[in-house]
C-alpha cells in the first residue's frame, strides 16, 4: 500500500458535505482541520421537517459559496488542492446529487484525484479531527434522525455494524415525540432543553423487547401517544402544565434503551473503548448519561465536539484523510446512494 503521505508536502483535501439539509465544506491539510463551513438550511422550520425538494435548491444556491469560504478560511487556493471529497451516501438523493456533481466537476476541471465518502463511517471518524482520540478497536454509538448502530471499528478503514435499529431511528423518535407535543422542528434539541429542568421518573413508558443488540423506537413512540390522548382527555392542559416533566421521561427513556444495549455491546466483545457520533450525540442528557455509565463500568469514553455531531464537512475531510493515504479513489463515474451500506 502506497503511503502518499509522502508524495505531497501538505495534502489538502476539500471536502463537500450535503445528504441533508447542511450544505457544507471543509479543507483538511495533512490531518489538520484548517477550515469547517456549514449553511444551515431554515426554510424547512416552517414545514415540520426536511423537505426533499427545498433542500436540493438550497445547496444548489449555498455550495458555491460556502466552498469559497471554506478556501478562504483555510487559506487555500483551487490549485492547491490534491483531491476532493464528496458524500457518496447515505442521504436525500437530490441533495446528494448536488454535492457529488459539484465534487466531480471541480476534481475533473482541476484533474485530481475524487474520493467518496460513507456518511455515517465519516460521523465515527469524526473522533480523530481533536484529541483525545479512541484507541482500536472501539464501540460506537452512532445515533442521528436516520441511523441508529453499533458499530465495532478495527481500523479506520474497517468498521462492521454489530447492532441497529429494526424500524426508527433515535433521533426521529425524539422529533416525533416532540412533534406530538407540539414542539417546533427540530424538536429533539428542545425536548432536551425542557428535560433539564424536568423529573426523568415523573412517567414511565415501556422498553422495547429486541433480540441481540438491536434496536426498535416505533412502540416506544405509539406508547407516547397513547399517552398524550388519555392524559389531555383527562386535562386539556396536561402538556402545557407538564412540559418539563414530559420531555425528561420521555428522554430517560430512549436514553435508557441506547445505552442498556451499548453496555450489552460492551460485555459480549469485551471493548471498553466508547464513543458516541451523530446528530443525537449533542443531546447533553445522552452524553452525562454515558459518561456516568462509563465511569461506573470502567470505561473510556469519547464524544466528539458539539460542531462535530451534526452534519458537517470535516468529519468527510477527515474521512478522506484516510483514504487518500490509502489510495482509495473513485472515478467520474460515480453516482450518490440514498441508501449506503457500510
Known sequence: MLNFANIFDNMNILAIESSCDETSAAVI????????????????TQYGGVVPELASRAHQQHILPVVDKALNDAKVTKKDLDAIAFT????????????TSFAKSMALGLDIPLIEVNHMQAHVLAHFIDDPKPAFPFLCLTVSGGHTQIVKVTSPLDMEIIGETRDDAVGEAFDKTAKLLDLPY????????YAAEGNPAAYQFPLPEMPG??????????????????????????????????CASIQHTLVDILLKKLKKATKETGIKEIAIAGGVSANSGLRKS???????????VYIPAFEYCTDNAAMIAIAAHFKFLAGEFCDQTVSPLARMEF
Open 213 to 246: 443488540l438491536d434496536f426498535s423506537f416505533s412502540g416506544i413512540k405509539t406508547s407516547f401517544l397513547y399517552f398524550l390522548q388519555k392524559q389531555v382527555r383527562e386535562n386539556p392542559d396536561f402538556i402545557t402544565e407538564n412540559i418539563h416533566d414530559i
Open 186 to 193: 427540530p424538536g429533539g434539541p428542545l425536548i432536551d432543553k
Open 290 to 300: 454515558l459518561t456516568e455509565m462509563g465511569e461506573k463500568m470502567g470505561w473510556k
Open 29 to 44: 491539510t495533512n490531518g489538520d482541520i484548517r477550515s469547517n463551513v456549514v449553511a444551515t438550511q431554515l426554510i424547512h
Open 88 to 99: 457518496k451516501g447515505p442521504g436525500l438523493l437530490g441533495a446528494l446529487l448536488v454535492g
